[in-house]
């Protein structure tokens, strides 16, 4: 966590879709640690936002992406209680399909999960993370 940034710092997320089911991990660091939300981390220098996205899914879940559209974009701010900003993010969130690797906890995963959009309510996620899950399981869904 970048704790009082002198700016926003740029974070992606990767929302895996499988079978229309949801990758989730349980965060094992800080920021949120403890809570379940959708594989992602900052992009580092010189890095393309989907390259960043693919390589934040594999280390947090061992799963190989292709990295699909933009789904949404938001900012994560948390204040002191003084406040001061503690942390700001700017989260770009991108839907994600499966093209290899095993599922298995790496990097900040303490748990990794698969959830269909009825399960999705039953497991502790911000509200913004688990709008952009819902979006992306309408998205994803097969068309009649």
């Known amino acids: 966590m970048?704790?009082?940034?002198?700016q926003p710092v740029v974070?992606?997320?990767?929302?895996v879709v499988r079978d229309e089911r949801v990758l989730l991990i349980l965060r094992g660091q800080e920021p949120l640690k403890g809570h379940w939300s959708l594989p992602g981390g900052v992009v580092e220098l010189g890095e393309t936002l989907p390259d960043a996205v693919a390589r934040e899914v594999l280390e947090e879940t061992g799963l190989h992406v292709a990295v699909g559209p933009l789904i949404e974009s938001l900012d994560r701010i948390e204040r002191e209680a003084d406040g001061t900003i503690a942390f700001h993010y700017v989260i770009l969130d991108y839907l994600c399909t499966v093209t290899g690797g095993l599922l298995e906890c790496g990097s900040d995963a303490?748990?990794?999960?698969?959830?269909s959009?009825?399960?999705?309510?039953?497991?502790?996620?911000t509200p913004q993370a688990e709008a952009v899950a819902r979006k992306a399981l309408e998205l994803s869904a097969p068309t009649v």
């Open 2 to 6: 970048r704790h009082r940034p002198a």
């Open 11 to 15: 974070a992606v997320g990767g929302v």
């Open 110 to 115: 303490a748990d990794a999960r698969w959830a």
């Open 117 to 125: 959009t009825d399960e999705l309510a039953a497991y502790a996620m």
